[in-house]
């Protein structure tokens, strides 16, 4: 089974922080997603990252950045964390070939 | 751009009784589509999909048919159950005429379905 992990289910953190959010896929998977996800309005696009070092803004880049330096291993960084990126982040990965992408379980941020 | 719109929820039904969540798209190309579902405190697992018009995606009793003419993908199952009970996500991932894409996901709203005994 294709597993796609968070590093954490749930976070709490001070406004201001720098904030990292992890995800590794153990199925050699080119393609790399984060999403946000809020009551409403479903599932939102942040970055992608389609190669290692590769990396392409979504629809909702303010705020974020993303670091792939390995294949297996996607990052999404809070540079300065505010109250409005309170959210839960999800990961997904995807092989290139194939459209079906696979979610991690998510980690859902408080910032205070 | 793309865009996935479905119906509002929440729904609440009975066990045993009759599920239709709607969703319509617009998109470039030619689109996959693709029903989601999230069970309580989990990530997303892939429900359906169908890949061009007038396929039809099944599984575990969930059916939904492409139909590019009503650019429509409703969500259906004939005899629900409580452990039905999840949050549903139509989406959509538009390809170049080439075939490929980076797999990007436009999402609905999320439509809760409750299931009650």
Redesign the interface.
């Known amino acids: 089974d294709v597993k796609?992990t968070q590093s954490s289910r749930y976070l709490v953190k001070r406004t201001g922080e720098k904030v990292f959010l992890e995800c590794v896929q153990d199925m050699d998977h080119e393609?790399m997603?984060w999403?946000r996800q809020d009551?409403?309005?479903?599932?939102?696009?942040i970055y992608?990252s389609?190669d290692v070092k590769m990396k392409?803004k979504?629809d909702i880049p303010e705020g974020y950045s993303v670091s792939r330096e390995k294949k297996e291993r996607f990052s999404l960084i809070l540079e300065s964390a505010s109250t409005n990126q309170t959210s839960m982040y999800?990961c997904?990965s995807?092989r290139?070939i194939r459209?079906?992408?696979?979610?991690?379980?998510?980690t859902r941020l408080t910032v205070v | 751009g793309d865009s996935?719109t479905?119906m509002e929820g929440p729904v609440t039904l009975s066990e045993e009784a009759f599920l239709t969540i709607n969703c319509t798209y617009t998109a470039t190309g030619y689109p996959?589509l693709?029903w989601?579902v999230q069970y309580p405190?989990?990530?997303?697992?892939?429900l359906l999909?169908a890949?061009k018009a007038d396929d039809k995606g099944s599984n575990k009793g969930f059916e939904a048919t492409y139909r590019k003419e009503t650019t429509s993908f409703h969500l259906e199952k004939g005899s629900v159950q409580v452990s039905d009970s999840a949050v549903y996500?139509c989406?959509l991932?538009s390809s170049n005429a080439g075939g490929?894409s980076?797999?990007?996901?436009?999402?609905?709203?999320?439509t809760i379905l409750t299931v009650h005994p």
């Open positions: 796609v393609n997603f999403y009551p409403g309005l479903g599932l939102r696009l992608f389609y392409e979504g999800l997904a995807r290139r459209i079906e992408a696979f979610f991690g379980q998510g | 996935v479905q996959s693709f989601y405190g989990e990530g997303l697992q892939l999909k890949t996500f989406a991932s490929t980076y797999g990007k996901l436009t999402f609905g709203q999320g």
